[in-house]
Nanobody, 128 residues
């Protein structure tokens, strides 16, 4: 069992940056592949970025590629999402999630239905 707590959301102007953090409890965080998802008002939840348990592989949605960077610090049980060049369409609740069946050190989860644990989310609002 792992608990995930997101932080770092807030209000930012278009073109600005934010860094989200997701702190995980439990001793097995380093064996979990991690992902960030988001859900805008009236929209379905969508994949944003993912990182393998080893940190050696990452994957991004096309909409954020080149602007967002996912990283992790297994010693701190934390995964990060650095968001640059933010756009109003990035406005959403951002969720951190963990996949405990990661297997390969390069496996990255890209679908919400494979994730085993979820945080409660942090709101990011980008003003134009």
């Amino acid at each position: 069992q792992v608990q995930l707590v997101e932080s770092g959301g807030g209000l930012v102007q278009a073109g600005g940056s934010l860094r989200l953090s997701c702190a995980a409890s439990g001793r097995t965080f380093s064996s979990y592949a991690m992902g960030w998802f988001r859900q805008a008002p009236g929209e379905e939840r969508e994949f944003v970025a993912a990182i393998s348990w080893s940190g050696s592989n990452t994957y991004y949605a096309d909409s954020v590629k080149g602007r967002f960077t996912i990283s992790r610090d297994n010693a701190k049980n934390t995964v990060y999402l650095l968001m640059n060049s933010l756009k109003p369409e990035d406005t959403a609740v951002y969720y951190c999630a963990a996949d405990e069946h990661a297997g390969s050190s390069r496996y990255v989860p890209m679908n919400d239905y494979v994730m085993d644990y979820w945080g409660k989310g942090t709101l990011v609002t980008v003003s134009s």
